[in-house]
Antibody, heavy 124, light 110 residues
Framework: QVQLVESGGGVVQPGGSLRLSCAAS????????MHWVRQAPGKGLEWVAF????????YYADSVKGRFTISRDNSKNTLYLQMNSLRAEDTAVYYC?????????????????WGQGTMVTVSS | QSALTQPPSVSGSPGQSVTISCTGT?????????VSWYQQPPGTAPKLMIY???NRPSGVPDRFSGSKSGNTASLTISGLQAEDEADYYC??????????FGGGTKLTVL
């Protein structure tokens, strides 16, 4: 079945780095744009980053620009988020999400498949 | 890009209808139709309920409908059921190819 599985979360000290992975299965990964979305404990959703299906364009929220890098390896059906210079406010569950496409069109900003999330805690 | 404004909470009894608003500005919600809505029950990942203001993905009950008037998008749930109790988020895809979410609305089914 169509599935996204995140991994790589954990506890890291302020200023540290972490790389998240998102393994895709059940669909043609290389045909879809992908997003990262995060949710701090007890808070709402916050969009983090987007990468086009072929990796040609990447977009970031202002809160992570210059510190986080989104990438993908279509040969491995895997999405990544490299997080550097981590801060306490980056503590959150990080979800990867697939761009929603019908048989005829893709719908920017609509995410139809989400992973279960991976927790990142930035603390000393 | 500022977050979209949603009411913190709404409630309704089974069988009733509720509407959740999502207010932006004339530069975002008022100008674009790339508004989506997500349902997030406690402890689970969000689920896409509405895309492009008023379209439902397959599998979403027709009790869920979306609309927009001016700078405000709305999600209406008719025939409320206990299983509809969840947090609901609107989102907007911006002209800068970024996405902004609303603050979320907690729906309580009385």
């Amino acid at each position: 079945q169509v599935q996204l599985v995140e991994s790589g979360g954990g506890v890291v000290q302020p200023g540290g780095s972490l790389r998240l992975s998102c393994a895709a299965s059940g669909f043609t990964f290389s045909s879809y744009g992908m997003h990262w979305v995060r949710q701090a404990p007890g808070k709402g959703l916050e969009w983090v980053a987007f990468i086009r299906y072929d990796g040609s364009n990447k977009y970031y929220a202002d809160s992570v620009k210059g510190r986080f890098t989104i990438s993908r390896d279509n040969s491995k059906n895997t999405l990544y988020l490299q997080m550097n210079s981590l801060r306490a406010e980056d503590t959150a569950v990080y979800y990867c999400a697939k761009l929603y496409c019908s048989s005829t069109s893709c719908y920017a900003g609509a995410f139809d498949i989400w992973g279960q999330g991976t927790m990142v805690t930035v603390s000393s | 890009q500022s977050a979209l404004t949603q009411p913190p909470s709404v409630s309704g009894s089974p069988g009733q209808s509720v509407t959740i608003s999502c207010t932006g500005t004339s530069s975002d919600v008022g100008s674009y139709n790339r508004v989506s809505w997500y349902q997030q029950p406690p402890g689970t990942a969000p689920k896409l309920m509405i895309y492009e203001v008023s379209n439902r993905p397959s599998g979403v009950p027709d009790r869920f409908s979306g609309s927009k008037s001016g700078n405000t998008a709305s999600l209406t749930i008719s025939g409320l059921q206990a299983e509809d109790e969840a947090d609901y988020y609107c989102s907007l895809y911006t002209s800068s190819s970024t996405v902004v979410f609303g603050g979320g609305t907690k729906l309580t089914v009385l």
